[in-house]
């Protein structure tokens, strides 16, 4: 952009921006920042020469407010009250929590147990329990009457009734500092117990899973071929999604292996499988729930937060305990692999960090930040590229070895794609893309939908790999763990298609050094996102309109109960609650959790 005389205009900044974005990646990521600069010089400049000094000083202040909120993405929480193993109130407060939190899996649970429910798969062999008779099913989900209300009313009340007693542990532990997490276990026991016997919750993935685990025992490669090869006549075929029937597998060899294995001591049934497999994912839990704790004390941060942050999370909970997604296999791995190289091993460290990788391929993150921190922080760039090349050849190599040694090869990369056949107004890129098709179909223009969906997720990955380079040249300053964390987050949320179980990646790997605002921030967002892609007031108001009439009271009744335990935490303590604590209302205004 030199040459020109005096000072560019914003046009031509953004042709020169224009010319480099054809450029390598730097030039790429210089030409954003020219045109981003000119733009908010452009904005500065009409803001200041706007006749109203409101307008100005409200941008300044909204201005002020995003850099406030980004710098207590950092620092420490203010002093609390500490443990005391004699505390009766905490000890009172965790077992309400554990009761409650029982109670709100276990309604969600009968409530997707509906034989009308739409929160599970509806199809004949789908589940020992709460599926239609074949003679009203016809393998076709025809949700009516009564049982689709109680179903609707049962797993929205549930999930509201579980954010609210998570939040309360979040803001016990958060008040007094010091908690053992060996506290906290039993209500992870009782949270998930309920969702180990109910069909798998808000998606059909596990019957992929199992369908791909029954080809590779029969040494058929699900990177070449997709369900649909197994035989007319096999449950595994039959009950997967037919979006993904023709589809290979975009998982790791060390899934896929696990898998098969899982469906053959199952007895390859499929039913026996899809909890095999929800078992394991249920492991993948328990591993992030011993290891972030572990990250959490070599930051000296709070053991008991983060495990209340991340393992206690709904979001965990219901989709990856729930749902049964291999995510919580990888997270689990990987924070295993990273908690090791925080304590001094990163070899070990990147080892199972290349394990998680094969498993879900985003995992090979974590590798790049111990590779970036194995010497130690404050260094140039220069010196940081070679533990990098050695922290990926180390975990690259692991990879190579178990996709070797299962004999599957790397025809996973090319399933990477897969997600091109989801088109959701969920994510942001294709929501754009779909936006911008249907603006150029009304003019007349023609149909680039497919086109236009293409570019805006290019450009949405390319600004991911932006926002991933930006976070770690300053991970020195941001955190090298935050920095990873908002990564993931980056990576979810810029992605080819977001599902609420995604956000979990960012969100487990945050909780043990968020504080303030940005842990209210991810404490909101995973609430929000339990509700992501569940049936919404349509489904409601159709099963309203059908069920009997006083069905439909006790169910007003029990959810106004349930409102009012969420907005009245003083009533749900019983009136009496200490000052300050759990169930006092003032203690909603605790400043570790605004």
Known sequence: ?????????????????????????????????????????????????????????????????????????????????????????????????????????AVIVLGASQVSSPFTLKWTGAWWFGIPAPSALLDAPS??????????????????????????????????????????VPLLVAWTLPLLFVAPLFSHDLYSYAAQGEMTSHNINPYTWGPQILSAASPFGRLVDPLWQNVPSP????????????????????????????????????????????????????????????????????????GGHNDALMLGVMAIGYALARRHHPVAGLVVIGLAAA????????????????????????????????????????????????????????????????????????????????????????????????????????????IGIWLLMRSDEIGALRALGWSLVAVVLLGPVVQPWYASWGFVFLAPVVVGRARRLVVAFSAATCFLGLPGGRVLIHGVALANPAIVAVAVVALVAILLLVAFPRWRAGGGARAGGAGDPQAATDPALS
């Open 359 to 466: 498993v879900k391929v985003p995992a090979i993150l974590a590798a790049v930040y111990v590779g970036w921190e194995w010497l130690g922080s404050g260094l140039s760039v220069r010196a940081r590229i070679r533990p990098v090349a050695t922290a990926m050849i180390i975990s690259v190599g692991t990879m190579a070895v178990i996709s070797e040694a299962a004999g599957l090869g790397w025809g996973w990369i090319g399933g990477l794609t897969n997600p091109d056949a989801v088109r959701s107004w969920l994510d942001p890129a294709t929501g754009l893309g779909l936006l911008a098709g249907h603006i150029v179909s009304a003019l007349g223009i023609g149909s680039y939908t497919f086109g236009l969906i293409t570019l805006f997720r290019g450009l949405a990955m390319l600004a991911a790999v932006v």
């Open 251 to 322: 998982y790791g060899p060390a899934f896929l292996t696990l898998d098969s294995w899982i469906v053959s001591l199952t007895g390859h049934n499929p039913l026996a499988a899809v909890e095999g497999l929800r078992l394991l994912a249920l492991a993948g839990v328990a591993m992030f729930a011993w290891a972030i704790p572990a990250i959490a004390r070599s930051y000296g941060r709070d053991p008991a937060v983060a495990f209340s942050l991340s393992a206690l999370s709904p979001l965990v909970l219901l989709n990856l305990v729930g």
């Open 1 to 105: 952009m030199g040459g020109l005389g005096g000072s560019p205009s914003l046009e031509a900044r953004c042709e020169a921006a224009v010319e480099l974005a054809a450029r390598p990646l730097r030039a790429t990521v210089r030409a954003a920042a020219a045109v981003l600069g000119a733009i908010a010089t452009r904005a500065v400049t009409a803001l200041a020469e706007h006749p109203d000094a409101r307008v100005t000083r409200a941008a300044l202040a909204g201005g002020r407010v995003v850099a406030d909120l980004w710098r207590r993405t950092g620092g420490v929480d203010p002093a609390g009250d500490p443990y005391t193993s004699s505390d009766r109130h905490i000890r009172h407060v965790l077992v309400r929590s554990g009761l409650l939190g029982f109670f709100a899996t």
């Open 143 to 184: 949700p009516h009457g009564t049982g689709l209300f109680l179903g609707v009313v049962a797993v929205y009340g549930g999930i509201v009734l579980l954010i609210r007693v998570w939040y309360d542990v979040m803001r016990l532990a958060t008040r007094h500092r010091g908690i053992p997490v060996a506290r906290l």
